[in-house]
DNA sequence: AACGTCCGTACGTGATAACGTACAATCGTA
DNA sequence: TACGATTGTACGTTATCACGTACGGACGTT
């Protein structure tokens, strides 16, 4: 039993020049999602020499340009710079620390780490008043990442982006993992929830 | 059904225009930090004409010159772009979602069809004798696609590849969902099950 | 071989990003 | 009031971004 923290560190204090990391970033993403660069350029709007340019790190796109490109791969221009910013590092915590710490929160790792591995699984079992991550670190995924959580028993609230969702047994939701979240129980009962979250697209 | 959608200050029609919004919040951010444009062109290194035509969307800034102003305000590029792009979709489904029957087999689909999708999570409900993948349905899934499933009530068997696999309540199994497989509940109680399908790279 | 089609990239041109300088407006201080 | 100091912005020049076109190379057919 495990309890997976998948943290971003951003790499806030290093230089950033990112103009050629950003190239190769956006190479291997075309070419994971099997496009040639003219396809690329016909879904983005951008010229295929343009993109061409870029990927070899020989231009600076602009940011409206950037964000086409982002677009045509299906990220928003945030998410695929913070591909190159972030370490992405999953740091794997031992049930022990976190459950003493956050006590009420029991999370089990439901898929084992493959290579190729796109899905997380895991169950949580929360405790009234019980809650996860905590509001001042909140555990955000991977960008690009997406969860998908499904209240098994009790009840639940999901607090994203400063919304609060009640979910009840049998409901679900889903939402962009690499944004800050976190579930609260607020009843009187136990509750047990699901989380899948499927990665972003990546490259090897 | 009862399914809600929950958008943050979603960019309308999906393409994103963010080229005057990301001048909004630079300029937000510098008098927040009581910075002129004399003083975040020093600590930037970009002229303060420049970050004047910026913050007004006059200009759409490189991505070289972008993240030098993202430095210069102690923020990643990501991080900066992150505030203006707020197209988080929060789905939660009420409830029971769309179900398919079969024959003492009930679907239940959990992940809405948003774009950009790679995971999708079924709650499926197998009678005593029952099997899943019966006649008329997609057997197997796309090529390099990856499924688990854990067993959330009652017992079930997973048959792939000839080998039959008996799971209990709270067990759980990963396999390459391009091979052949079904579930049977050979039990007399009904068995929850809890499939997460993550597709391959998609391509085109 | 010879063909058509795709790939990525070099080239030349128009558009514009980014710079340095200079200006009107505002504020504080003498 | 008058002055220096700052504010943000308009102007003109240079650098380069971004486009359309065109080229050599790789692959599959005929």
């Known amino acids: 039993m495990a309890t997976t923290v998948t943290e971003g560190r951003s790499s806030a204090d290093g ?8 190239g190769v970033r956006i190479r291997a993403l075309r070419e994971a999602m099997d496009l040639s660069l003219r396809d690329l350029a016909q879904r983005s709007g951008v010229s295929a020499p343009m993109l061409s340019q870029v990927e070899r790190g020989e231009t600076s796109p602009t940011l409206a340009v950037a964000a086409r490109i982002a677009a045509g791969l299906e990220l928003t221009l945030s998410q695929l710079l913070r591909l190159d ?9 031992k049930g022990e620390g976190r459950k003493r710490r956050r006590a009420g929160h029991r999370v089990e ?9 796109r899905a997380d699984v895991s169950r949580h079992r929360l405790e009234p008043g019980a809650v996860t991550g905590g509001p001042g670190d909140p555990p955000i995924h991977e960008p690009g990442s997406r969860e998908t959580a ?12 400063g919304q609060r969702h009640e979910l009840r047994t049998g409901d ?12 609260e129980n607020n009843s009187d009962d136990p509750a047990e929830l699901l989380a899948v979250v499927a990665a972003g697209l990546r490259r090897s």
């Not at 230089?15 to 950003?22: D, E, F, G, K, S």
């Not at 209240?151 to 982006?161: E, H, K, P």
Request: hydrophobic letters at 50%; a negative charge; proline letters at 8%.
């Open 15 to 22: 230089t950033l020049v990112q103009t050629p990391a950003v």
């Open 85 to 93: 910013e972030d370490r992405h590092v999953v740091v794997v915590r």
């Open 109 to 117: 790792e439901l898929t084992p780490p493959l290579p190729g591995q």
């Open 150 to 161: 499904v209240v098994i028993d009790g009840m639940a609230t999901l607090v994203i982006d």
């Open 172 to 183: 679900s939701v889903t939402f962009d993992a690499d944004l800050a979240h976190h579930f």
